[in-house]
């Protein structure tokens, strides 16, 4: 699942090839013209070869024989790689990342919460404990905000010790850093007082109280998204915080139909 960005030449082609593909610059079916790319890139065969290996890794390209190679339907992405993810996210409407993202962390992070309560170790707790410190330290730098901020929900998957939950920061990872940059870049509000709880209930031991903070903090989360894609709209009151589930924020309603882009 390792990004690309920066790690060479053969980091740069998968990236310029990656993301014309996931922005329908290379439509679905098309075959690539390696020719054209070759001369386009400045590169050799056998570097633009290494790279398409890479994408097929991750599920945008296949190779046929007389066909060559071409770009695979958006069904076959891998779509938890991280690259996929942040490609998705530098397109021009990230909606449905988020979308799925946060219908994911409904279903999973409310239970994690809970499963965190009755299992947490000290060392679980140290570690949420310095990632809520860390988000109150960041002085408004929104890489930083955002860094700690996945920090503490990594420590949170981690303190259910189930494995399977914990590699769920496959997808929640990369998607939580890229949605926090787009939250943290904006005039956020203060997201310690959201956590708070959640972490209080785990230390306590509160499988319930747990679980309820968590829905709050992810109706939050909706909230300062919600604001950060249309900046005139207000803040939700305590009340309408409370009897949110997620239902108002897209959750329950019945998705889109996805194109391919």
Do not use: C
């Amino acid at each position: 699942m390792a990004e690309y960005v920066g790690r060479g030449l053969h980091g740069q082609i998968v990236e310029k090839v990656g993301t014309r593909i996931v922005q329908g610059r290379l439509r679905v079916g098309e075959t690539l013209d390696m020719t054209s790319l070759i001369n386009e890139l400045g590169i050799s065969q056998t570097v633009l070869r290494e790279a398409v290996k890479v994408l097929t890794a991750k599920g945008l390209v296949d190779a046929r024989q007389k066909r060559g190679t071409f770009v695979r339907p958006r069904e076959d992405w891998n779509l938890l790689d991280a690259d996929v993810i942040r490609w998705q996210f530098d397109a021009d409407t990230p909606e449905l990342v988020l979308r799925d993202l946060a219908e994911l962390r409904l279903i999973v992070e409310p239970a994690a919460a809970r499963l965190a309560a009755e299992r947490r170790t000290e060392e679980d707790l140290t570690a949420l404990e310095t990632a809520l410190a860390r988000m109150g330290e960041t002085s408004g730098d929104p890489a930083e905000a955002a860094e700690a901020d996945l920090a503490w929900h990594r420590a949170l998957l981690r303190a259910t010790h189930n494995e399977l939950l914990q590699r769920m920061d496959v997808f929640i990872g990369p998607a939580l850093a890229e949605r926090d940059r787009l939250v943290h870049s904006a005039e956020a509000e203060d997201p310690v007082p959201a956590h708070e709880p959640v972490l209080r209930a785990v230390r306590d031991a509160d499988p319930s109280a747990a679980e309820e903070a968590m829905r709050a903090l992810l109706a939050r989360a909706d909230a300062d998204l919600a604001r950060t894609a249309d900046p005139s709209r207000t803040r939700p009151g305590a009340e309408a915080d409370e009897d949110r589930t997620g239902r108002d924020s897209g959750h329950g309603t019945e998705p889109e139909d996805r194109e391919a882009p």
